[in-house]
């Protein structure tokens, strides 16, 4: 058997007692140690301080998270506003430039939520602040009730694109989804595909079209209970079975410089 493959998970930037930390929620970092049978590593929220090609060269797959700051509109070329808040700038300096660098190297990667909408701003597209204001468009956003397991029930449906991968990879043209968001993808970047819809139209999963090996995006969070949830087990399954992939590949490729040495 081979050993755990290490995933990253980039962090984001918070104040606690006017004091910054770097956090990341403790249910991804579940999902990734029991769902995708994974080490989990917190990269902090340092930007351009990091040698990309370095810390890649260190990570066998990239889960971005789902936060409750928010793209910096800035960053696809739209104005401010209060709706657009809050922003996270030490995370989206971090995030965007790994999410290139990660598919260049053909790096597995699974975005969720925030990190969803990170994929499609970093190769490209716009996104909108508040789909609920959109005519059409359903609320998206999280029901108002303390009980957790409510908030993050699977409450609506996603239609799965026929043949995309998502519906090769959970067998299924139709799933039942836990998506709980304000803002959403707008304009579709160029080199994505859409995987997935809600009933109102609103884009809810997302593939990217020339990746070298795993590159899913989710609106939704499938990090809750991932292990209760046989589409969200199947979700962290095949992404960790794609960096464990990755990480037999760097082994051996180790091994036989090694032996050539």
Known sequence: MTSRPIVGVPACLKEIDELPFHAVGDKYLRAVAEAAEAIPLVIPAFGDEYDIPELLSRLDGLLFTGSPSNVHPSLYGHDATPEHEPHDAARDATTLPLIRAALDAGVPLFAICRGHQELNVALGGTLTPAVHSLPGRSDHRRPKDSDLDIQYGSHQKA???????????????????????????????????????????????????????????????????????????????????????????????????????
């Open 159 to 261: 239609r799965l694109t026929p043949g995309g991968h998502l519906s090769s990879l959970l067998q299924s043209e139709e799933i039942m989804i836990n998506s709980l968001h304000r803002q959403a993808i707008q304009d579709l970047a160029p080199r994505l595909e859409v995987e997935a819809t809600a009933e109102d139209g609103t884009i809810e999963a997302v593939w990217v079209k020339d990746a070298k090996d795993f590159a899913l995006g989710v609106q939704w969070h499938p990090e809750y209970k991932a292990l209760e949830n046989a589409n969200s087990a199947s979700l962290f399954k095949a992404f960790g079975d794609r960096a464990r992939a990755r990480a037999a590949r760097n082994a051996g490729a180790s091994e036989l410089r090694r032996q050539v040495s």
